[in-house]
């Protein structure tokens, strides 16, 4: 049985952490935001567990440099004469998180990739961002396309909506466990670390800088509406990390979407729910 999770989208708030930032907000709003921007960008790696370990000894795994970022990720392959499927694990996970979905997959023949993005799982880095997420998928899917589908869960989801958008000829998308704004995400980091006004506002503008995006205009339900394939949109209606009424709004903005309800599953056994893999193969049936 899984036990519960006590962590907060991966965010941990050590004392020492707390007091620093209180310090410097105090003597200098810029370098308190400097310190909270750093903990926000960095992912925490969480010890694989013993079940994830066959899938990935199973994987034909490679090193790709993604040349716009200057970093290198972790990328898997299970080789299957079908289709190709993309997968994107969300903040703070690994490729592994989807093992339960990729068993299924190989045994249905399609051709299975999945890769750790900067910082996370075997992939090397400290920091990173939604746009490096973005940067690796769409380099991956120029280096090893075309793809039939890309699936994404939470923070992987809104990235492989932005891509989707912008690769009209991936036919297929599956969210799971999606949230819509990113300007969503940083308030609730700016509320859970309780930054002061003048860091909330430097702390945005540092990441519109540094990402070359305008966090506030980022949005999955906006990106939605561009994108005419098939969607199948899977979301929790117990989910306490990315509110279900995210996912809902963003299904309503696809022209062709699915929206699959679940309860009681929240937002990472999700994706190891019996159920919940059959609606995502029988999806990527779908002609």
């Not at 490096?132 to 793809?147: A, N, S, V, W, Y």
């Not at 992987?156 to 991936?170: D, E, K």
């Not at 540092?206 to 999955?220: A, D, Q, R, V």
């Not at 979301?235 to 996912?247: A, I, K, L, Q, Y």
């Amino acid at each position: 049985m899984d036990k519960p999770r006590k962590d907060n989208q991966g965010i941990v708030l050590p004392f020492p952490f707390i007091f620093t930032l209180r310090f410097l907000e105090f003597i200098n709003s810029y370098l308190g935001m400097r310190l909270a921007a750093f903990f926000f960008a960095k992912p925490f790696k969480y010890k694989i567990p013993q079940r994830e370990i066959p899938v990935l000894s199973a994987a034909k795994k490679s090193s790709v440099y993604i040349k716009s970022i200057d970093k290198s990720v972790c990328l898997y392959q299970w080789s299957g004469k079908g289709p190709k499927i993309m997968l994107l694990h969300g903040w703070s996970g690994r490729a592994s998180n989807f093992f339960k979905i990729i068993e299924k997959l190989i045994i249905e023949d399609y051709d299975v990739y999945a890769f750790d993005a900067p910082a996370h799982g075997e992939s090397s880095g400290v920091t990173t961002n939604l746009p490096e997420f973005i940067h690796c998928l769409q380099t991956l899917i120029d280096k090893r396309g075309p793809f039939e589908a890309i699936v994404g869960h939470s923070g992987g989801g809104f990235a492989s909506t932005y891509v989707v958008a912008h690769n009209p000829t991936i036919k297929k998308l599956i969210l799971i466990s999606p949230f819509d704004k990113v300007i969503d995400v940083f308030e609730k980091y700016f509320d859970l670390i309780q930054l002061g006004t003048k860091g909330r506002k430097l702390m945005v503008q540092y990441f519109n800088h540094k990402t070359g995006k305008k966090i506030e205009e980022l949005s999955s339900s906006i990106l939605a509406q561009s994108i005419k394939g098939r969607s199948l949109l899977i979301h929790d209606e117990n989910d306490r990390e990315v509110s279900f009424s995210d996912g809902v709004n963003i299904h309503k903005n696809f022209t062709n979407s699915t929206l699959f309800v679940t309860k009681g599953l929240g937002h990472r056994r999700i994706l190891r729910d019996v159920e919940v893999i059959n609606q995502l193969v029988n999806f990527l049936k779908i002609i």
